[in-house]
């Protein structure tokens, strides 16, 4: 069996290591892979998100399981480009991966149907996002939407007078993290669970 890992990081690398053990697999290769990966998998440099190549090159190869590690691709549906092609893929579909593309479709699915998670609010003008902070409090995390690899911002402070210029900044998109809108949630309280 001829496998393909889409990805390039500490998760790919876990998942080729654990693929290769199988007596099933004869070859194995990585797109793009890393210079650790490569010791165990052939890598083909391919970016991740290349949907179209990395379709082509499944095709040209003959690969029977594709396997993606990343959700930038996912969310962009190579999934869906594998399937319409008759190539065996695992991975969710654009529209599943949606889940960890958009924090707030992710927020907005569990409060429909009644999975607990913390409250949370959503905006695209920083003015209410700020207010909204105002009557919260803190502490409280400010993410943008998008991917879930992008890292929210958690304020435990009381000092707030920092906080607004920091959310005009990234709800205006002057911050790397800027997405389609911002969601505010409160924060968890870690400790001990009976």
């Known amino acids: 069996m001829k496998v393909l890992v889409v990805g390039g990081g ?21 797109a793009p892979g890393n210079a650790g990966i490569a010791k165990l998998a ?9 949907i179209i190549a990395l379709a082509d090159f499944a095709q ?11 959700e930038a691709p996912l969310c962009a549906g190579i999934v869906d480009e594998f399937q319409r092609r008759g ?4 991975g969710p579909t654009k529209s599943a991966a949606e889940i960890e593309g958009s924090k707030v479709f992710c927020r907005q699915l569990l409060a429909k149907w009644n999975i ?18 105002r009557q919260q409090g803190a502490p409280i995390v400010v993410k943008a939407d998008g991917l879930a690899a992008v890292r929210a911002a958690s304020f435990a402070l ?9 959310i005009g900044l990234w709800l205006s998109g ?7 809108g911002s969601l505010l949630r409160s924060s968890l309280k870690v400790g001990k669970h009976p």
């Open 10 to 30: 500490g998760r790919e690398h876990a998942l080729v290591w654990k693929i290769v053990q199988s007596p099933k697999v004869s070859q194995i290769f990585c």
């Open 42 to 50: 052939q890598c083909v440099p391919i970016g991740a998100e290349d």
């Open 60 to 70: 040209r190869e003959g690969i029977d399981l594709t396997v993606v590690g990343p």
């Open 87 to 90: 190539l065996r893929i695992f």
């Open 116 to 133: 607990p998670s913390p409250k949370f609010a959503t905006f695209d003008d920083p003015n209410e996002a700020k207010a909204y902070i």
């Open 158 to 166: 009381p000092w707030t007078k920092h906080l607004e210029p920091l």
């Open 174 to 180: 002057n911050l790397e993290m800027q997405g389609k």
